[in-house]
Structures are given as structure tokens and as C-alpha cells.
């Protein structure tokens, strides 16, 4: 089973994607696959935060910043792996240098990675952000990030059983249901 | 007419062309520059030629209004740009204003609506 979730911050796809995970897994392997690389302080409280809220789910957590298809082999694949989330994935294969160029191959190894833990994990669930529906005139390299991960999105929703959107923490089905 | 409408990448050409069978030549952009492609099976990127009335000080609804028998049987396809924050320059606010009167406009005259997420079509109407 693999779900995608996604929808603007700040609607409440990570704490759905745990409550999905948790319902998945029953008394299985339950990985929270933290993708992002903390890079200041505001990163690091964001990080502790998350581990707080979700300290009673029972995840195990694995730090996979790139390469993502690198957990499987930190974990047991009949597990349920919680992705999040590729718009971070996605930031640390595209920028992976300071003052280095852009990465042009980031979104089709995100790509290649994601599909593997999809196709090889019993459950996954992956969270992704929306940033595509507004009015603003972005430089090269964010308009190439936003198409990127676009890119990634549109493959994932092609795999995955359910996709999903929150919107204040409700939920607009796109495809499949909730129903398992 | 049908309007297709979503954010940027979520797949709404490549959909329009599997639904509608077309063909790349059947499907005539927009641009901020050029005149509106009057006549053509599908029309892509209505909100260049939004952007395009903006600066012209044209109202793009009126202009659709005046026309209609020429996109009564077209596939439309506008991007979803009003969910950002308002934006500062007065051009971009008024481009929003603008593409959302038309997109409203011509919701209520299509026959059907589908909006685009990941790749995936949401039919509205």
C-alpha cells in the first residue's frame, strides 16, 4: 500500500501521514524516514519538535538526507516507511553544495529511489508539498526546483495506491481511498 | 467549451491531449505579448494572455465575451495562480484579479471543469 500526501504547510500532512503509518502497520516495523539536514537553529527546533509529537507512535527513526532508497537497507522492508518529505529530499539532491551549481539529475534520482521503496516496501507513505498555485515570478533555480518537484509528485501519484491533499487538516481524495 | 485549470506542472497539457486526442499543433499558447489564439481546438496558458491584457489595459473577460462563438467548442487551459500570498507589485495584483474574473467567468460557461493535481484530474463540473 503507498499513499502520497500532499497540500500547503501548515494543513497537517505529517501528523496524518503518522496517524496512516500507525493504521498500516499494526504491529509491524514503523520507520519515520526523516529526510531533512538540519542547516540553523530554526531547523534544529523544527526537528525536535517533530520528534516530540510523534514519541508515542512507536517509529523508529532513520535520517536519510539523500539517496533515499538507502533506508531500505537500514530496515525491514516488510515494514511501513513515512517519507518525510521529498520537498526536502529533493532541496539536499538538487543543492547538495553552497555555491555549487544546481544538480539537473536530483529529481529523476528522487524519482528512481522513491519508486524503489514503493514498489519493495510493504506500506509507504510519502508527504510533498504544494507550491504551485500562485501569482509569483520566481528565479531560474526556484522555477527548475518547482518543476522538479513537480516532477517528483506527478511519478509518485502515478504509483501510489491513495493520493491525497489536506486542506486544514481535512482530506480531498484524488485517487484511490482510505478505506484498508 | 471545457476549462482545464490547476497549478503549474500538475500535468493539464498532457491531460488535455489524452482526453481530447490532440495533437501538439492543435494546441495554441498563449503568450504576454501575442493576441489570443482565437479559433484553435485548445487554447494553453490564459493567464499569459491575462498578464498580456494587464499591460494593455484590456479586460480580458470582454474580450472572451465578444468572442464567444469562437471558443464555444475549445478546450481552455489556465493556470491556478490565486493561492499565493497577495503580491506587492500592483501588475501582479491586478493579473490575479483579472485571470480570476475570466477563469469564473468561463467555469460558468463550460460544460465541464477538471482541475489537475499531481497528474491526476479532479472533475468539478
Not at chain 2, 60 to 74: D, I, L, M, P, Y
Not at chain 2, 96 to 102: A, D, I, K, Q, S
Amino acid at each position: 500500500m503507498n499513499i502520497l500526501i500532499s497540500g500547503g504547510c501548515k494543513n497537517g500532512k505529517t501528523a496524518f501521514a503518522e496517524d496512516i503509518a500507525v493504521r498500516l502497520s499494526a504491529a509491524g516495523d514503523r520507520y519515520y524516514v526523516a529526510t531533512m539536514v538540519p542547516f540553523d537553529g530554526e531547523d534544529r527546533a523544527r526537528i525536535a519538535r517533530h520528534i516530540a509529537e510523534r514519541a508515542d507512535k512507536g517509529f523508529q527513526t532513520i535520517e536519510q538526507g539523500r539517496d533515499i532508497a538507502g533506508c531500505l537497507t537500514r530496515a525491514n522492508r516488510g515494514g511501513t516507511f513515512l517519507i518525510d518529505s521529498t520537498t526536502a529530499l529533493l532541496v539536499n539532491e538538487m543543492f547538495p553544495f553552497a555555491g555549487k551549481s544546481v544538480d539537473d539529475g536530483a529529481a529523476n534520482r528522487c524519482i528512481a529511489g522513491l519508486c524503489e521503496i514503493a514498489k519493495t516496501a510493504k506500506n509507504a507513505v510519502f508527504v510533498t508539498d504544494y507550491l504551485y498555485a500562485d501569482a509569483a515570478r520566481y528565479d531560474a533555480s526556484t522555477e527548475n526546483f518547482r518543476a522538479a518537484l513537480a516532477a517528483v509528485d506527478r511519478a509518485l501519484a502515478a504509483v501510489c495506491d491513495t493520493v491525497v491533499e489536506l486542506c486544514v487538516t481535512n482530506v480531498i481524495c484524488h485517487k484511490g481511498g482510505l478505506d484498508f | 467549451m471545457d476549462l482545464i485549470i490547476g497549478g503549474a506542472y500538475q500535468g493539464k497539457r498532457a491531460y488535455a491531449k489524452e482526453k481530447y486526442a490532440l495533437t501538439d499543433a492543435q494546441i495554441a499558447s498563449c503568450t504576454e505579448r501575442g493576441d489570443l489564439p482565437l479559433g484553435a481546438r485548445c487554447i494553453d496558458h490564459l493567464e499569459l494572455y491575462t498578464l498580456r491584457c494587464v499591460k494593455d489595459g484590456v479586460n480580458a473577460t470582454e474580450v472572451f465575451r465578444a468572442h464567444a462563438k469562437e471558443w464555444e467548442n475549445s478546450v481552455l487551459i489556465c493556470e491556478d495562480i490565486f493561492c499565493g500570498v497577495v503580491p506587492m507589485g500592483a501588475e501582479m495584483r491586478a493579473w490575479r484579479e483579472v485571470t480570476g474574473e475570466l477563469c469564473a467567468y468561463l467555469s460558468r460557461e463550460a460544460v465541464h471543469v477538471t482541475r489537475m493535481f499531481c497528474g491526476l484530474a479532479q472533475v468539478l463540473k
